[in-house]
């Protein structure tokens, strides 16, 4: 019998290793009645995923970082003409030109950087991606707070959390228990392009910090009268902190001093 494969801590791995959370990633990934054409997954691992994964889609791209884990899944794979196993690390990769999807069980330490990848790639559809359950709810929002990636973005890409995974279910055990992060390319997005660099902007200097507070950030680029009308039509306290502003409060900031 072949010995188990040991976990590296450098590559961040902790396999999934229950079979109805891969199911229930699998399902937000690719709902029923969804046509997904390519899937890349991040981490394939073992290949529990994947398998969950591959009946859903067209052609599946299964990356994997450790190459004492490709063999394996090359093997378990062989007779799945649908699912690709690419060998290598998943941000060496250039994004399709054409509408993919990505979903995975994120290398905890690699997170930031998968998902930044991820909202660069033009053709991207949307990411369902298991994550440590701090970084999906803070991203989401679901502390009542918002981050300035989230705020930055939120007019093209919608971000929900979707679900939590104990820790138990993973191998080894790691210390944190999971989130699933779904985020999805807007059909229609909620600024036009050519405002879009405007919003970035505004969006960043008031994450900045300078002035102390939200409302004097902002008025280092707008006068205070109009940065006051912003704040009332938005229905904001002048003395907000500015991880407590909602996208869509940020919305309405934008459009009254964006005239």
Known sequence: MARPTRTSRALSQNFLADRATAEYVARLAVPRGRQVPLLLEVGAGKGALTVQLAPRCRELHAHEIDPRLVPGLRTRFTDTPQVRVVAGDFMDTRPPRTPFAVAGNVPFSRTAAIVDWCLRAPALTDATLLTQ???????????????????????????????????????????????????????????????????????????????????????????????????????????????????????????????
């Open 133 to 259: 359950l701090e970084y999906a709810r803070k991203r989401t929002g679901d502390y009542g707070s918002w981050t300035l990636l989230t705020v930055r973005s939120w007019p093209r890409y919608e971000w929900r959390l979707v679900g939590c995974v104990e820790r138990r279910r993973f191998r080894p055990v790691p210390s944190v228990d999971a989130g699933i992060v779904r985020i999805e390319r807007r059909g229609t997005p909620l600024l036009e392009p050519d405002v879009y660099e405007g919003w970035r902007q505004l969006v960043e200097l008031g994450f900045s910090g300078v002035g102390g507070s939200l409302h004097a950030s902002l008025r280092r680029a707008c006068p205070r009268r109009r940065v006051d009308a912003a704040f009332r039509a938005a229905g904001l306290d002048p003395r907000v902190l500015v991880g407590e502003v909602s996208p869509g409060k940020w919305l309405r900031l934008h459009e009254v001093l964006a005239r």
